[in-house]
Each structure stands twice: as structure tokens, then as C-alpha cells.
């Protein structure tokens, strides 16, 4: 609709472009060139017809394409509002997966401070528990930080 308005506008200006060459053309002819009997460019009046139409065409707006604007912009901020929604439901989803890991760890941590035997340490060195013990405390760190 924006476009068939904003070619319709587009028409009527050539429309009284036209009127203008004809009645320059032919008026002038028939009239064996008395510039009195002009009626839209007629040099006697005191409104110049020719810049008033100018005026009003140049003063038309399409409201369909004001129209198309504003809900094109309506549909950015809800496409925007979704993206943040959809990231916000990503971050608590990390959030959620760091603090399960950051339990997991503690709790990993808690038995082998204690001296426990886990699937994890069944099969491990005394120096390789300390190591774990070392870096299960680094990890937890880290996991702090990005909660």
C-alpha cells in the first residue's frame, strides 16, 4: 500500500505537469497567444498556480509508509525484547550449570579433605589426591567468580 500510494502521488504531479504543458501548448495556439485567457499560469493573478501545486505535492506525506515505519520499529523492539529474554533464560541456564558443578566439586573436595575413598580416588596416589584437592579448590574458585 506504501508503494502504490507513493506512486499515486507520483501520478498526480504528472497529471498537472500536463495540465501545465498543455495548457502552454495548445491554449497559447487557440488563443493566438493572448496570455490572458491562461487560467493556470496566467501571469495577471496574484496566487502563482503552478508554485502552490508545487507546494502541495512537496507538503504530501504517505501515511502508509509513516504507518510501515512504526510498526517496522514496533517489531525491532519486540524481536529485541525476545533476544533479551532468550539470553537472559541462557545465562541462568549457565548459572544453574556452574553451581551443580561447583556442589559436585565441594562435595569432592569435602571426601578427599577427609580421607574418603570416591569412584573418582579409588585408584589414585596419595600425591595425586593432593593435586586433585588443589585443583578441585582452583575450579571452585573459578566457578565463584562466574556465578
Known amino acids: 500500500m506504501m508503494l502504490v500510494r507513493t506512486e499515486q502521488d507520483a501520478s498526480y ?3 498537472m505537469n500536463s495540465l501545465f504543458k498543455y495548457e502552454d501548448n495548445n491554449i497559447e495556439y487557440y488563443t493566438e497567444s493572448d496570455i ?3 487560467i493556470l499560469s496566467d501571469p495577471n493573478q496574484t496566487i502563482d498556480v503552478k508554485e502552490k501545486v508545487d507546494q502541495t505535492f512537496r507538503a504530501l506525506r504517505n501515511p502508509y509508509r509513516e504507518a510501515y515505519l512504526i510498526l517496522k520499529g514496533e517489531l525491532l ?3 529485541g ?5 532468550s539470553g537472559r533464560e541462557q545465562v541462568v541456564k549457565m548459572q544453574s550449570n556452574t553451581e551443580s558443578k561447583k556442589r ?4 569432592e573436595l569435602e571426601k578427599l579433605s577427609q ?3 570416591t569412584l573418582k580416588s579409588i585408584f589414585k596416589s596419595s600425591k595425586s589426591k593432593e593435586n586433585d584437592i588443589l585443583n578441585l579448590q ?3 574458585e573459578v566457578a565463584n ?3
Do not use: E, N, Y
Not at 525484547?81 to 529474554?85: H, I, K, Q, R, V
Not at 559436585?104 to 562435595?107: E, G, R, T
Open 13 to 15: 504531479v504528472q497529471i
Open 36 to 38: 490572458s485567457k491562461r
Open 77 to 79: 523492539d519486540l524481536k
Open 81 to 85: 525484547m525476545a533476544d533479551a529474554l
Open 104 to 107: 559436585s566439586d565441594q562435595q
Open 115 to 117: 580421607g574418603k575413598t
Open 138 to 140: 582452583a575450579a571452585i
Open 145 to 147: 567468580k562466574d556465578i
